[in-house]
């Protein structure tokens, strides 16, 4: 069946790396994303990468995808108060029809 | 820079009245599609739309309608609201279907 699963609670300390996994089922996606929700808020994309690639670095963010695993993980880099919110992993699936699915989302909490 | 708007913020409905909550987006993007959020339950679709005149059903379609007569506009009407729709309500878009979907601020429903 289509699925996306991620953790649902990370809790980390401000300076050190935070690391956010997601697994997913028969997607067709050609991308792979991952979206940012704060508090009270609409969702944000936060960064993608192509269903083709490996690894994506984008300043203090790096997207890891194992095809063969169907695994994707969020490394933040020096993690900090500001990146306190709700991170989920989403992909396409076209099975009947198309949708992006989510998961059901990892709250990040970071702490002094 | 408007992107996808979303009207009301938030509502309040008793038990079986009916609503619209509007949503339009301004990039000329063919999908739009309704989540709605509940707490530990992730972003569940609702209904989508790739292009005006043409809807279809996503995950949880029971008791919303939806329309799409112009490429900006989509919205979402609840027939007879009930408790179980109180809920959170994201509108988003994309370009087509498989690409980056955007989403707008959100619409906060409760019935009583």
């Known amino acids: 069946g289509e699925d996306v699963e991620q953790s649902l609670f990370l809790s980390v300390r401000e300076g050190d790396s935070s690391v956010i996994n997601c697994t997913y089922t028969d997607s067709s996606s050609t991308y792979l994303y991952w979206y940012k929700q704060e508090p009270g808020a609409g969702l944000q994309l936060l960064t993608y990468?192509?269903?083709?690639?490996d690894m994506k670095q984008d300043q203090r963010l790096t997207v890891l995808l194992n095809k063969k695993d169907k695994h994707l993980s969020l490394r933040i880099a020096d993690t900090q108060t500001g990146d306190s919110a709700i991170y989920f992993c989403?992909?396409?699936?076209?099975?009947?029809?198309?949708?992006?699915?989510f998961g059901a989302g990892t709250r990040l909490a970071v702490h002094p | 820079n408007a992107g996808v708007t979303q009207t009301p913020k938030f509502q309040v409905l008793k038990t079986g009245q009916s609503m619209t909550l509007q949503c339009a987006q301004d990039?000329?993007?063919?999908?739009m599609s309704w989540y709605r959020q509940d707490p530990g339950m992730g972003l569940r679709l609702i209904h989508y739309?790739?292009?005006?005149?043409?809807?279809d059903q996503g995950e949880v379609p029971n008791g919303y309608n939806v329309s799409r007569s112009t490429t900006e506009d989509f919205p979402l009407r609840l027939l007879s609201a009930a408790p179980s729709q109180t809920s959170v309500y994201f509108c988003a878009s994309s370009e087509r279907a498989n690409e980056k979907l955007f989403f707008g601020s959100g619409t906060q429903l409760s019935v009583l």
């Open positions: 990468i192509f269903s083709n690639m």
């Open positions: 739309s790739v292009g005006a005149g043409i809807t």
């Open positions: 990039m000329n993007h063919e999908y």
């Open positions: 989403a992909a396409w699936f076209s099975g009947g029809y198309n949708k992006l699915i």
